[in-house]
Nanobody
Framework: QVRVVESGGGSVPVGGSLTLSCVAS????????MRWYRQAPGNQRELVAQ???????YYADSVKGRFTISTGDAKNTVYLQMDSLKPDDTAVYYC????????????????WGQGTQVTVSS
C-alpha cells in the first residue's frame, strides 16, 4: 500500500502565497513523477504542475510564473510554492504519485492523496 498525504492548504487574500507539501510512503520502489492537480467546484480536475525523476518540469499555462514545483532531497516529497494567488486558484489541490511499486513493475503505481483546500479571497 502507498500513502500520499498533502498539507499546507489554507485561506489567503489575493496576492498571497502558500506552499503545499506532499509526502509519499509505503510500498514504493521508484517514483517516476509527482504531480499536483486541482479541482474547483463544478470543474474537472486539472493538472497544475509535474516534476519527473529525469528533471522534466511542467506547468499549466494558468500558473506559469506564479507556481513553482520542487522535490525534496528524499525524492518522495514534492512541494508547490504558490505566489501571487488569484481567486481562480481556489480549489482542492491533490498530489498524484506515479512510479513502480517493485522492481520490474513497469509503472504500476498511481496513487492520490486526499486533497488540501486552498481558498483565495478577494
Amino acid at each position: 500500500q502507498v500513502r500520499v498525504v498533502e498539507s499546507g492548504g489554507g485561506s489567503v487574500p489575493v496576492g498571497g502565497s502558500l506552499t503545499l507539501s506532499c509526502v509519499a510512503s509505503g510500498s514504493i520502489f521508484t517514483i517516476n513523477a509527482m504531480r499536483w492537480y486541482r479541482q474547483a467546484p463544478g470543474n474537472q480536475r486539472e493538472l497544475v504542475a509535474q516534476s519527473t525523476s529525469v528533471g522534466s518540469i511542467y506547468y499549466a499555462d494558468s500558473v506559469k510564473g506564479r507556481f513553482t514545483i520542487s522535490t525534496g532531497d528524499a525524492k518522495n516529497t514534492v512541494y508547490l510554492q504558490m505566489d501571487s494567488l488569484k481567486p481562480d486558484d481556489t480549489a482542492v489541490y491533490y498530489c498524484n504519485v506515479l512510479g513502480d511499486s517493485r522492481p520490474g513493475a513497469r509503472s504500476d503505481l498511481d496513487s492520490w492523496g486526499q486533497g488540501t483546500q486552498v481558498t483565495v479571497s478577494s
